[in-house]
């Protein structure tokens, strides 16, 4: 399956694009010569991340009836101070809120995402190392 994207030069430091209907533009901060429009490019390396084991986690929690009242992601990225910049490690923070959660189905539901579905995580395990973390707020 091949799938593609198409981003469009608005100007300076600009750009935008569009996926499956959603307008997203990415700009350079003003320290960089940008306009601050959007976020940078790295850092949705971090959301997509967060997205992608977010969505699985809650899809296999939902199987697995466990009711959680929220959960919040946390994808920690540590950069290289040397051009080309780039994540040398990601930490992700998995926090989960609820009453009385059954731990090994969080951690299930944790590891079922980072080890079979997230294909984010397998492309950036191949290049980084990505640690986890689940924390529990009642």
Not at 86 to 103: A, C, N, R, S, T
Request: charged letters at 30%; aromatic letters at 6%.
């Amino acid at each position: 399956m091949k799938t593609s994207t198409k981003i469009q030069w608005t100007g300076n430091m600009s750009w935008e694009t569009e996926l499956f209907g959603h307008k997203l533009v990415l700009d350079a901060g003003k320290e960089n010569g940008g306009e601050d429009k959007g976020p940078r490019p790295k850092v949705l390396m971090l959301t997509a991340l967060a997205g992608c084991t977010g969505m699985d986690v809650v899809s296999i929690l939902k199987k697995m009836r466990v009711e959680v009242e929220d959960i919040q992601i946390i994808v920690e990225g540590d950069m290289t101070e040397e051009h080309p910049k780039y994540y040398e490690k990601m930490h992700v923070i998995y926090q989960f809120k609820g009453k009385d959660l059954p731990m090994d189905k969080l951690e299930k539901a944790v590891n079922l995402s980072e080890e079979k579905y997230c294909g984010v995580s397998a492309l950036y395990k191949k290049a980084i190392p990505v640690t986890t973390e689940i924390q529990v707020i009642e």
